[in-house]
């Protein structure tokens, strides 16, 4: 097997089979890319890119494209303390303290309380009335979360809120695999990701 170049990935979302949310693995949509670390800018434009392309007539698909670290930090700043924001005082807290800061926010980025934050975001997607179909959910930055979040976490935790009969998330991941781990940025391993299905050329 092989990783699938970026004109495959996209031929791949443009089939009709992928295409249909309820086709794969009934139980578990979960998929992931892996591409190396040093493309990371070059990836995140094509994720755009790809998001263009598929709202073309010839498919019609709006894809919801988030950037989980964005999304985290977008969490943090609704959570209030008063009149502060939970990233307001982190910004604060890393220039004192930033030993407890890093504890902080591993907390806050495994808690039921920021999974629902993402599923709400995509529950918000889904309900849009804009003609398109909404079969995918693109999902990047999960190497900016590092180390406060791990993918198997992130996709474990959001299993309980998952609706594989709607949409599959692709997670675009900085890395490759070795054995049963990942290895984020190529050099740090992330343990195994949890029941998902690489996109690679069998």
Do not use: W
């Given at each position: ?11 791949y ?14 139980f ?6 892996q591409?190396p ?77 920021f ?13 849009l ?7 995918y ?35 675009f ?8 781990s ?5 050099i ?5 990701t ?9």
């Amino acid at each position: 097997m092989k990783r699938m170049t970026v004109d495959e990935l996209y031929e791949y979302l443009c089939s009709p089979l992928f295409l249909d949310e309820k086709s794969g693995n009934i139980f578990y949509n979960y998929y992931i890319y892996q591409y190396p670390a040093s493309q990371e800018y070059e990836m995140r434009r094509q994720i755009q890119e790809f998001k263009q392309k598929l709202e073309r007539p010839t498919n019609f698909v709006n894809a919801l494209v988030l950037d989980l670290f964005r999304v985290f930090c977008e969490y943090l700043q609704n959570e209030k303390f008063g009149d502060t924001s939970l990233l307001e005082d982190t910004f604060e807290g890393d220039r004192l303290h930033p030993d407890m800061v890093t504890t902080e926010l591993t907390s806050e980025a495994n808690s039921d309380n920021f999974i629902r934050f993402v599923r709400d975001k995509i529950e918000a997607h889904m309900a849009l009335n804009d003609g398109y179909n909404k079969p995918y959910v693109f999902i990047h930055g999960i190497g900016k979360m590092f180390p406060y979040l791990r993918t198997n976490v992130f996709l474990t935790r959001y299993e309980k809120y998952n609706d594989t009969s709607r949409y599959k998330i692709i997670l675009f991941y900085p890395g490759h695999q070795e054995g049963n781990s990942f290895s984020l940025f190529d050099i740090l391993e992330d343990s195994h990701t949890y029941r998902a299905i690489l996109l690679v050329n069998k």
